[in-house]
């Protein structure tokens, strides 16, 4: 059975979409839909795939990705595609398959991308949750304090948390 992505016809009217060029509306589609996605926003992929698969060139697409990183609207790291503001177009409750389903991916991440992920404002409201269980006795991270530098992108409810957690 085929995954299904779908795509809210308000994605039209956001201002943001609205002033890119048509070029980088289907990247940005393409991000959102292509077979590689998944319910956490965040997959693996190459430049080489998305040039096989839109047909634009890597110079191309290496600007436009640059452009929706700087808008904070997507970010590719070491190999990882980052959506940050995906899980707030999910339908998401405390335990459903789609919770269950974000939780999974954000867990199997590599330590590095999970900290690239909280640290360039991931929209998941259960990611402290996550941030807990990964600090619990199952895992033992090199230094639990990388996972929440402290910058700007990060919620002050969050850093709040961890103060009194620590």
């Keep these: 059975m085929a995954t299904q992505r779908y795509v809210s016809t308000s994605f039209w009217d956001d201002e943001w979409v609205q002033c890119l060029d048509p070029s980088e509306k289907l990247l940005f589609l393409y991000l959102m839909t292509n077979p590689l996605t998944n319910i956490a926003g965040i997959y693996k992929i190459t430049i080489r795939r998305m040039c096989f698969d839109t047909g634009f060139n ?94 700007s992108n990060l919620n002050s409810n969050l850093n709040s948390n961890l103060n009194s957690n620590l």
């Design 58 to 151: 890597a110079d191309t697409v290496g600007h436009i990705l640059s452009k929706f990183e700087k808008a904070g609207k997507a970010f590719l790291f070491e190999g990882w595609m980052i959506l940050p503001n995906w899980p707030k177009y999910q339908k998401i409750g405390k335990d459903d398959n789609n919770k269950k389903g974000i939780d999974a991916i954000l867990k199997s991440l590599p330590e590095k991308v999970l900290q690239f992920v909280i640290q360039h404002g991931y929209s998941y409201k259960y990611i402290e949750d996550i941030i807990r269980g990964l600090q619990g006795p199952y895992k033992t991270l090199t230094s639990p304090l990388n996972y929440f530098n402290l910058n």
